[in-house]
C-alpha cells in the first residue's frame, strides 16, 4: 500500500471544510460514508471536483441517490464493495482509488456504527 506522506486523514467529526478551496481535483479515498458525516462531506468534496472513491459495505445504499449517482456517470465517484475492518477489502480499494492518479490526497474516515 502507498501512502503519500502528505496525506491528509480527516477523523469523524468534522463539520466545515472551510479550508477547501472552491474547486479542487482532490482524490479521495471514503470509508464510513454512506451516511451522515462522511456522505454529507464526500458530497461536499465532489461539488467542488474532487474524485471519490467509496468503500461501502453496500454500494446499493446509493441506487436511489441521484447525487451520487450522477457522480458515477462522469466517473467522479467509485463505489468499491467492501468491508473497512478488513484489511485486504481496504487494500483493494486503495488501489482503485490510485486509478488515474499518483496518489491519495485524502482520507475521509468517518466510520462509525
Ligand atoms: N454524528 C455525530 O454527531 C458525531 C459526533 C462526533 C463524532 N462522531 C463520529 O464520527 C463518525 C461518523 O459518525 P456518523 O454519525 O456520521 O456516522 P454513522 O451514522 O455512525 O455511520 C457510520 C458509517 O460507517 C459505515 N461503517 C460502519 N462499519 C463499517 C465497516 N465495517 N465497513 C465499512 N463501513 C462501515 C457505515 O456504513 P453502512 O452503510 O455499511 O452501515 C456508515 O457509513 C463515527 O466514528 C462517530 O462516532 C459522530
Known amino acids: ?5 502528505k496525506i491528509s486523514v480527516w477523523q469523524g467529526g468534522i463539520t466545515s471544510f472551510t479550508n477547501t478551496p472552491s474547486q479542487t481535483t482532490m482524490n479521495v479515498f471514503a ?11 464526500a458530497v461536499r468534496l465532489l461539488n467542488k471536483g474532487a474524485t471519490v472513491t ?3 459495505r453496500s454500494p446499493s445504499v446509493f441506487d436511489d441517490d441521484q447525487v451520487i449517482q450522477r457522480y458515477v456517470q462522469s466517473g467522479h465517484a467509485r463505489l468499491i464493495q467492501g468491508d473497512g475492518l478488513n484489511a485486504s477489502d481496504v487494500a483493494k480499494a486503495w488501489e482503485l482509488a490510485l486509478e488515474g ?10 466510520l462509525g456504527q
Open 101 to 110: 492518479s499518483a496518489h491519495v490526497d485524502l482520507v475521509l474516515f468517518t
Open 54 to 56: 467509496f468503500l461501502l
Open 31 to 41: 470509508i464510513g460514508a454512506s451516511r451522515n458525516i462522511g456522505y454529507f462531506a
Open 1 to 5: 500500500m502507498r501512502v503519500d506522506p
